[in-house]
T-cell receptor, first 117, second 112 residues
Framework: GAVVSQHPSRVICKSGTSVKIECRSL??????MFWYRQFPKQSLMLMAT?????????EQGVEKDKFLINHASLTLSTLTVTSAHPEDSSFYIC?????????????FGDGTRLSIL | DAKTTQPNSMESNEEEPVHLPCNHSTISGTDYIHWYRQLPSQGPEYVIH???SNVNNRMASLAIAEDRKSSTLILHRATLRDAAVYYC?????????????FGQGTILTVHP
């Protein structure tokens, strides 16, 4: 149980393109989803927390107009990287949690490797 | 925010137990101790979590010190598939409610 699917797994596109990444909880309803970014040889950095039906909460230093998050249902959240540039190339990972609580595990997708040329 | 300290790397032999330590001396009473692991080019995988008592599941055991200032993740019989980066994370109350703050973790190497 607790499977999170992320799509696509890899994207290569030209600078200036907008890219949408989907995160789905397949066998549970996720009230909260999280988006992370991981650069090579580094740890995961939380970008934003999204709750179904409300606006996402972004971490300090993350541009909300650059990284658009939509959590339209209890099983789907999307991250759109708008007008992507080479410095946005990274490994993007989502996670989902049944409840927004310190006592709940987060279940992660397999990540999306974004390469901007 | 309460932080955790883990060794950068550890090595083990296949079929042997592995004890991965984590120090969290500034932990508060409502902070849960979580462990995740990440294989190369994959998202992290939940391993185990606990508050005060030791915890066991099909993947591992979590031993929590009585004062909660340290914990140990125990893999009872390491396999090659257990080679990964292991993260010990506190999930906090207050303004960081429920969030995971990843440190550098411990790189576990398992030798055949």
């Amino acid at each position: 149980g607790a499977v999170v699917s992320q799509h696509p797994s890899r994207v290569i596109c030209k600078s200036g393109t907008s890219v949408k990444i989907e995160c789905r909880s397949l066998d549970f309803q996720a009230t909260t989803m999280f988006w992370y970014r991981q650069f090579p040889k580094q740890s995961l950095m939380l970008m934003a927390t999204s709750n179904e039906g409300s606006k996402a909460t972004y971490e300090q230093g993350v541009e909300k107009d650059k990284f658009l998050i939509n959590h339209a249902s209890l099983t789907l959240s999307t991250l759109t990287v708008t007008s992507a540039h080479p410095e946005d190339s990274s490994f993007y990972i989502c996670s989902a949690s049944l409840l927004y609580s310190p006592n709940q595990p987060q279940h992660f997708g397999d990540g999306t490797r974004l390469s901007i040329l | 925010d309460a932080k955790t300290t883990q060794p950068n790397s550890m090595e083990s032999n296949e079929e042997e137990p592995v004890h991965l330590p984590c120090n969290h001396s500034t932990i508060s009473g409502t902070d849960y101790i979580h462990w995740y692991r990440q294989l190369p080019s994959q998202g992290p995988e939940y391993v185990i979590h606990g508050l005060t008592s030791n915890v066991n599941n099909r993947m591992a055991s979590l031993a929590i010190a009585e004062d909660r200032k340290s914990s140990t993740l125990i893999l009872h019989r390491a396999t090659l598939r257990d080679a990964a980066v292991y993260y010990c994370i506190l999930t906090l109350g207050g303004t960081s409610y429920g969030k995971l703050t990843f440190g550098q973790g411990t790189i576990l190497t398992v030798h055949p």
